[in-house]
């Protein structure tokens, strides 16, 4: 793989990576924030807004929670992507040698042949 494709894909999960912080700082802040408006409402008794804060919060928990999964899927995703890339790029090179390796394993072979019948 090519150095600029390498340098494009790290820069890619970087973003990716900040993207998820981001997403999870701004869903923490909402949660303190409800969670802060829910004590007030259950100080006033406002029983109707409590319940409607404590739905709030869970709706962002769940979001919070998909959006990290969904984001840390496709940071795998391109690690994957750069590891078939690369595999990719050296599986000729691995094939190039196991048959230099076989050719070399055949010629010895030969000669054993040879030497055994000169032998006979």
């Known amino acids: ?34 969670e802060s408006l829910q004590t007030v409402a259950r100080e006033l008794k406002m029983t109707d807004f409590v319940d409607k804060f404590n739905e709030y919060i869970e709706e962002v928990g769940i979001i919070k929670e998909d959006l990290s999964c969904k984001i840390s899927d496709e940071i795998e995703n391109e690690q994957m992507k750069e590891l078939v890339e690369t595999r990719m790029k050296t599986v000729p090179v691995d094939i190039e040698k196991l048959k230099n390796e076989y050719s070399n394993l055949r010629s010895k072979l030969a000669e054993l042949r040879d030497e055994i019948n000169k032998k006979k």
Do not use: C, F, V
């Open 1 to 34: 793989m090519s150095e600029l494709s390498e340098q494009d894909i790290l820069s890619r999960l970087t973003r990716l990576e900040q993207k998820m912080n981001t997403l999870d700082n701004t869903a923490n802040a909402l949660i303190d924030e409800l």
